[in-house]
């Protein structure tokens, strides 16, 4: 069974702090996804990474995708209170259309 | 554009009911897929389909149905409702292809099972 480790599950900062979310896992993936989550919503695509070593920005936003294809990170900087919300990693081994994901980081930002 | 419509939006049941999830989409993709959501566990998948007739078991199918007549619906129907199905269920739909296609996700139905 494939998993997927995300951590850390909580994260309590303030505004203008960094962070990194991370997301670990003993099998190899196609692609990996990150999405973010508002309450009472489901989950929207923040970026795919498909490359080993792959790097993306969105703004303050910084993903990396392991050289061997079986971990990510996330990285924030200057985070904001807009940037609060559930943060999951998802990991698709064959093109399949299958998601795995993992247990997601929930992030609250204080002014 | 509707994207992905999940009916009903919350639901209460009891214990033994049968019942089932909708959801639609607009977008023409192929592969549909049902989720549970619940505390501390992320997304586990239930059932999937590649394409109208095509479905396949994920993670947690146990208790749940899903047929895929149509590339527009994919029902998830509960058989006999058990307080363990309590959760939040969401359907995505994505285009077939290579490189992580990106999922679009309906709003979710919250049920509650008594």
């Known amino acids: 069974t494939q998993l997927l480790e995300q951590s850390p599950q909580f994260l309590s900062i303030q505004e203008g702090e960094n962070l990194t979310v991370y997301c670990n896992s003993s099998?190899?993936?196609?692609?990996l996804q990150w999405y973010r989550q508002e309450p009472g919503e489901g989950p929207v695509l923040l970026v795919t990474?498909?490359?080993?070593?792959e790097v993306k920005k969105l703004k303050r936003l910084t993903f990396q995708f392991g050289d061997a294809r079986k971990d990510s990170s996330l990285h924030i900087t200057a985070a904001q209170p807009g940037d609060t919300g559930l943060y999951l990693c998802?990991?698709?081994?064959?093109?399949?259309?299958?998601?795995?994901f993992g247990q997601g980081t929930t992030l609250q930002v204080k002014p | 554009n509707a994207g992905v419509t999940q009916t009903p939006k919350f639901q209460v049941l009891k214990t033994g009911q049968s019942m089932t999830l909708q959801c639609a989409q607009d977008?023409?993709?192929?592969?549909m897929s049902w989720y549970r959501q619940d505390p501390g566990m992320g997304l586990r998948l239930i059932h999937y389909?590649?394409?109208?007739?095509?479905?396949d078991q994920g993670e947690v199918p146990n208790g749940y149905n899903v047929s895929r007549s149509t590339t527009e619906d994919f029902p998830l129907r509960l058989l006999s409702a058990a307080p363990s199905q309590t959760s939040v269920y969401f359907c995505?739909?994505?285009?077939?292809?290579?490189?992580?296609?990106?999922?679009?996700f309906g709003d979710g139905t919250r049920l509650s099972i008594l």
């Open positions: 995505a739909s994505s285009q077939r292809g290579t490189g992580g296609q990106p999922q679009h």
């Open positions: 099998s190899v993936f196609s692609s």
């Open positions: 990474v498909v490359t080993g070593g």
């Open positions: 998802a990991g698709d081994s064959g093109n399949t259309g299958k998601l795995i």
């Open positions: 977008m023409n993709h192929e592969y």
């Open positions: 389909s590649v394409g109208a007739g095509i479905t």
